[in-house]
């Protein structure tokens, strides 16, 4: 069993310690904030680069280029075009034309970056 001691230093210990996530705009890197019972502060970086298609999402959104797209459930030969917003793990925010249109990942057959001419 714990004496009382013990349990209000961890309680102590617990109010003192505090975690700050930040997430760069360009990258899902996280760098977490954390003091420590002494005040010290340490810096870690967790290892949460995006990869394969979440990296090329990422870079598209990040350059400001455009996209085509294709949906699974339509015609193959039926193209759009957008610019990429945003995306996460299960979606892709999508301005085509002015309008904002939110796009389950699953209900893509394909896309790819825009050729600049």
């Given at each position: ?109 394909d896309f790819g970056p825009e050729k600049r001419a």
């Open positions: 069993m714990m004496h009382e001691s013990e349990r209000e230093a961890q309680r102590e210990y617990g109010r003192r310690v505090t975690e700050t996530d930040r997430v760069s705009a360009n990258s899902t890197q996280t760098t977490r904030t954390v003091t420590d019972a002494s005040g010290a502060f340490k810096r870690r970086a967790d290892a949460k680069r995006p990869a394969g298609h979440e990296a090329f999402l990422k870079a598209i959104e990040a350059s400001g280029g455009g996209i085509w797209f294709r949906y699974l459930d339509e015609d193959p030969n039926l193209v759009h075009h957008g610019m990429v917003k945003h995306s996460d793990k299960f979606t892709v925010s999508i301005d085509v034309q002015g309008a904002t249109r939110v796009v389950f990942k699953h209900a893509l057959r």
